[in-house]
Structures are given as structure tokens and as C-alpha cells.
């Protein structure tokens, strides 16, 4: 299963001709990271358009949640549960929590970036009744076939910008703030001191969001992916647009024009260990 974020409506049909089962949008107020955003009127119409092109909707519900927001999760869930999404990516177990009061567990998809690193913690998520779990973005292809080898019923991120940090904080501005000078866009570059690569910085009404120095590619590792029998793909289309996600897949599919991208990731440890310097 090809899963993948969108950009524009037209491509819907588009996208599901070029392989793609399933794509996820943004909605007002609860998504975070998104290439777009639709309201919840409009996501009907949205709905009805996957289901014309047999393509699934999902629901990018990334945020973490306040307290003061639990009521208006709960009748947000409750939309769309009416309007019979096809899954919730969430990362606040808080949702889930509500998600179960709701008896919507089933439609929920995991989703905490960094914290599913074993199959333990897949097997303790999918218990829960819900419907998927995505593996951590930094895991390598060696402790990813460790994890399919007992379960195999994850997403991965095969291609895309994947978050390394969220903080609520608006931190970009808080920056300018302190050096005294003007923000005068969203989007920015940051570099580490003990880094060359450049990582995208994104700051909005609900926080600062910074990226990968560059985005995941599995131009040669998807087919052995494919045969450790895991089940769901994902494309997150950040910075780029539907072409480029069609561009990708077909890449991928046809095995040719490659696409640029980074695959270390799938080659070196995810957890790295100090060396200990002379005295």
C-alpha cells in the first residue's frame, strides 16, 4: 500500500493512476506538517472524490493537545468519524484515548516519528485496536528487518523531509527576537555547529517543526522492504508537490530516473555512541 500527502485536489485522480492508495490532508487547528489544509465542510467533498477514485483519505491529526482542547477533539473526531474518513494519524495518546470513547480506535494510525524503534512497541499499539504504526524515520535497514522478521505490520517513510523536532514554541521568532532583527518568513535553514548539511526550520501558529537535511530515498531498498512483507509505504511530498510524489513512485516502480534523495540513514546505526577522546 502506497500512502502518500497532497497538495491539490485535481490530484486525486492523478495520483491514484500513478499508484497511490491513500493520501492524507491537513485540517484546521489539529494538523501539523502538512502540504495542505482543508476544512472539515470541505472534506466531504474530499471524501467523496476518494471514493469515486477508490482512494482512502486519511487525516493528518499530528498535533499534541492542551488540555483546554479536548472537547474540540472530541467533536472533531466525532466529524469525522461521521463523515467516514478512512484513518487518523495521530501522536498524542490523548487522541486515542478519546478515539476509543468514540469507538473509532480502528481508523488510528500511530505516528510519533522518533518512538517505534522494536516490535514490542508495534505489538502494544496494534493491541490497542488501531489500525497501523509508523516505525521511527532513523532506524536502519538492519534493525528494520530485525523488526519485520516478528512483525510486519508498519509503515515506513520511503521517501520525503521527515521531522526531527516539533516544539510548540515559536522558536524562530524567538530567535530574531533575541538578536533584535525582523521574521521575515516561515520558512528558514538552519545550521548545526557540528554539521555542514542544511535542515529546513518551519515555524506557524502551532510551533517551530525542523526537517532532515535532506529527504529520504529507497530507491534501492524498497524492493527488499517489499519482501520482508511490510504493508504500507508513505510519501511525505513536503517542499516539493504531487508531481514529484508521482515522480518518485514511478521511479521507484519502473526503476529508472532516479530522484535525489539520501539513503544513509538505512546504513548506519540509529543510536551513535560517543568516542572517547586522549586525556
Known amino acids: 500500500m502506497y500512502i502518500s500527502t497532497i497538495h491539490q485536489f485535481e490530484s486525486i485522480p492523478i495520483l491514484k493512476q500513478n499508484g497511490i492508495d491513500a493520501i492524507i490532508?491537513?485540517?484546521?487547528?489539529?494538523?501539523?506538517?502538512?502540504?495542505?489544509?482543508?476544512?472539515?465542510?470541505?472534506?466531504?467533498?474530499?471524501?467523496?472524490?476518494?471514493?469515486?477514485?477508490n482512494l482512502k483519505l486519511y487525516i493528518n491529526f499530528l498535533k499534541l493537545i492542551h488540555e483546554q482542547e479536548l472537547e474540540e477533539v472530541e467533536l472533531t473526531l466525532s466529524y469525522l468519524k461521521e463523515i467516514k474518513v478512512d484513518g487518523i494519524y495521530f501522536a498524542d495518546e490523548g487522541i486515542l484515548y478519546i478515539a476509543k470513547k468514540l469507538h473509532m480506535e480502528s481508523i488510528c494510525i500511530y505516528q510519533p516519528e522518533t518512538l517505534?524503534?522494536?516490535?514490542?512497541?508495534?505489538?502494544?499499539?496494534?493491541?490497542?485496536?488501531?489500525?497501523s504504526?509508523?516505525?521511527?524515520?532513523?532506524?536502519?535497514?538492519?534493525?528494520?528487518?530485525?523488526?519485520?522478521?516478528?512483525?510486519?505490520?508498519?509503515?515506513?517513510?520511503?521517501?520525503?523531509?521527515?521531522?526531527?523536532l516539533y516544539s510548540r514554541r515559536p522558536l524562530i521568532s524567538n530567535y530574531f527576537k533575541a538578536i533584535q532583527k525582523e521574521k521575515e518568513k516561515e520558512q528558514y535553514t538552519l545550521i548545526e555547529s557540528t554539521r555542514t548539511g542544511k535542515?529546513?526550520?518551519?515555524?506557524?501558529?502551532?510551533?517551530?517543526?525542523?526537517?532532515?537535511?535532506?529527504?529520504?530515498?529507497?530507491?534501492?531498498?524498497?524492493?527488499?522492504?517489499?519482501?520482508?512483507?511490510?504493508?504500507?509505504?508513505?510519501?511525505?511530498?513536503?517542499?516539493?508537490?504531487?508531481?514529484?510524489?508521482?515522480?518518485?513512485?514511478?521511479?521507484?516502480?519502473?526503476?529508472?530516473?532516479?530522484?535525489?534523495?539520501?539513503?544513509k540513514w538505512?546504513?548506519?546505526?540509529?543510536?551513535?555512541?560517543?568516542?572517547?577522546?586522549d586525556e
Open 199 to 263: 535542515m529546513p526550520i518551519v515555524e506557524d501558529e502551532n510551533g517551530t517543526y525542523i526537517f532532515s537535511e535532506q529527504p529520504v530515498e529507497s530507491y534501492d531498498q524498497l524492493e527488499e522492504l517489499k519482501k520482508l512483507n511490510i504493508e504500507r509505504f508513505r510519501i511525505d511530498s513536503i517542499f516539493f508537490d504531487d508531481q514529484w510524489t508521482i515522480d518518485v513512485l514511478k521511479s521507484y516502480l519502473e526503476k529508472k530516473n532516479y530522484i535525489p534523495g539520501c539513503s
Open 266 to 277: 538505512y546504513y548506519q546505526e540509529s543510536i551513535k555512541k560517543k568516542e572517547k577522546k
Open 133 to 164: 504504526v509508523s516505525l521511527a524515520h532513523e532506524l536502519s535497514l538492519e534493525e528494520i528487518r530485525k523488526i519485520a522478521s516478528k512483525n510486519h505490520s508498519f509503515e515506513i517513510l520511503i521517501s520525503g523531509y521527515y521531522s526531527i
Open 25 to 53: 490532508v491537513g485540517i484546521p487547528d489539529f494538523s501539523i506538517r502538512n502540504c495542505n489544509t482543508v476544512s472539515l465542510e470541505d472534506l466531504k467533498i474530499w471524501k467523496k472524490e476518494c471514493d469515486r477514485n
Open 116 to 131: 517505534i524503534t522494536n516490535s514490542n512497541d508495534i505489538l502494544f499499539y496494534l493491541n490497542e485496536g488501531i489500525q
